[in-house]
């Protein structure tokens, strides 16, 4: 158990449809991060949360792509319009100033 | 884009054996963190060395770390099947922001 909780763990969808992950840190943290793993590859920066306010947006994330942390505890990542190139693992982390992150199980989308 | 560099991407040992692998980096950090991941599965986090420190042991995990040289090396000693995972290094830059910048992973398969 890390901590870091992500729905679903798998999700398949066709191309063209919308779909949203959901990471639920279990106790309360102020930095919440998202990063996207594909295949052989390590993790790449998303995007990140201090409380309910996004700081930081990688290039990588595209006008398809939108991240929300309401209320500075859950966050979702949403996907638009997917295309076969979004295939990846998804993965949320927590991490405090200077420390060592934790990260979620993952969700492993696959665009058909 | 990726900071780190890996070395070896793939390592295959036999159980007893000691695994060595390299990580290089290219900017200033404020400490360097190594991951271990399972297949499919999230990130683990093994140790965390700071920019002022050289060596750090965690049970059968060495860690020495170079600035000069923008390189470090994570030793796991007398291997277990268990250790069967792929390894990561991760950075986390000087300057704020805090995201972590991870490399391309060595595969280590540990043969019993």
């Known amino acids: 158990d890390t901590g870091v909780s992500q729905n679903p763990r798998h999700k398949i969808t066709k191309r063209g449809q919308n779909v949203t992950f959901r990471c639920d840190p279990i106790s309360e943290h102020n930095r919440l991060y998202w990063y996207r793993q594909t295949l052989g590859q390590g993790p790449e920066f998303l995007t990140y949360f201090q409380n309910e306010a996004q700081l930081e947006k990688s290039r990588l994330l595209s006008d398809r792509f939108s991240a929300e942390r309401p209320k500075g505890s859950f966050s979702t990542l949403e996907i638009q319009r997917t295309e076969q190139g979004d295939s990846a693992m998804y993965l949320c982390a927590i991490m405090g100033l200077y420390t060592e992150a934790f990260f979620g199980q993952g969700t492993r989308l696959t665009v058909v | 884009s990726q900071q780190g560099e890996e070395d070896p991407q793939a390592l295959s040992i036999q159980e007893g054996e000691n695994a060595t692998m390299n990580c290089s980096y290219k900017?200033?950090?404020?400490?360097l963190q190594w991951y271990r991941q399972n297949s499919g599965r999230g990130l683990v986090h093994l140790i965390l060395?700071?920019?002022?420190?050289r060596e750090k042991h965690s049970g059968r995990l060495r860690v020495t770390l170079d600035t000069s040289k923008k390189s470090s090396s994570l030793l796991i000693t007398a291997s277990r099947a268990a250790d069967t995972a792929s390894y990561f290094c991760?950075?986390?830059?000087?300057?704020?922001?805090?995201?972590?910048?991870f490399g391309g992973g060595t595969r280590v398969l540990v043969k019993p």
């Open positions: 060395i700071r920019s002022n420190e």
């Open positions: 900017t200033s950090i404020n400490n």
């Open positions: 991760a950075t986390a830059p000087g300057a704020a922001g805090n995201k972590l910048t």
